[in-house]
């Protein structure tokens, strides 16, 4: 479902230009979650920024659904299909839009109608109760606002959601409140993820295949369901600590 061939992306002009991602390809099939892992600075939340049309200066093949991302300028119908959660709840929420202002916004955004009726459905969706409905970010705790920052990622009825480290900005025991709500929505929506996290944990728990980026490029991709199912406990460590070391292998 999404397609990625040759994707170079980078910031800036000579002699201060940064070469981001260079030559990046994978596919993810529909309903799959695909971990990006690897050193900071490596080009993971690139490559997300890019799906997502947030940087500008890029060239490869980037399609979804058979839909070609084209030039750089945002296209609804693309972005209806392709959603972006952010790491950190607090800066991705305004603090002066209530929680159904926010949800407002993004089914008008999305053209979606019945907007009233739908709130309390996307709230129920992310395991908020209704009352939350007319809060402010300042009211809500970090973990409820990621639920927020979900449920406005879904209000268009996505297909693919771009995790960039979803969690790395919660409390522990909130993190796996999160983690098993990705889990349960992915099940029931039939979403497809893609996602960054710098925790291996994380990735072995979300995802079912892997890319190991190094330097911009994409050094290996790993079969994390079939580690999991198939190599004993210390060879799946060794793989993803590999992988969370910037590739260094013994
Ligand atoms: N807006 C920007 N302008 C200039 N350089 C940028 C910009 N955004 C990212 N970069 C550079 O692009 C490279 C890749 O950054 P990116 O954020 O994708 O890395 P990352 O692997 O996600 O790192 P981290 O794990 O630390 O978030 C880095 O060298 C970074 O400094």
Known sequence: MLKIEHLDVWFGLPPDRVDAVKDAGFNVTAGESFGLVGESGSGKSTILRAIAGLVDSWTGRIEV?????????????????????????????????????????????????????????????????????????????????????????????????????????????????????????????????????HDLAVIGHMCDRLAVMQHGRIVETMDVAALRRGAGRQDYTRHLIAASSGYRRD
Do not use: C
């Open 65 to 197: 659904d058979g839909q070609q991302l084209e030039g750089h300028r945002r296209d609804r119908d693309f972005y209806r299909s392709v959603q972006m959660v952010f790491q950190d709840p607090y800066a991705s929420l305004h603090p002066r839009h209530s929680v159904d202002a926010v949800l407002s916004e993004a089914l008008k955004l999305q053209g979606m109608d019945d907007i009233d009726g739908r709130i309390p459905q996307l709230l129920d969706d992310v395991g908020l109760g209704r009352g939350f409905r007319f809060r402010y970010p300042h009211q809500l705790s970090g973990g409820q606002r990621q639920r927020v920052a979900i449920a406005r990622a879904l209000a268009g009825q996505p297909r693919l959601l771009l995790l960039d480290e979803p969690t790395s900005a919660l409390d522990v025991s909130v993190q796996a409140e999160i983690l098993n709500l990705l889990t349960d929505l992915r099940a029931e929506h039939g979403l497809t993820y893609l996602m960054v996290s």
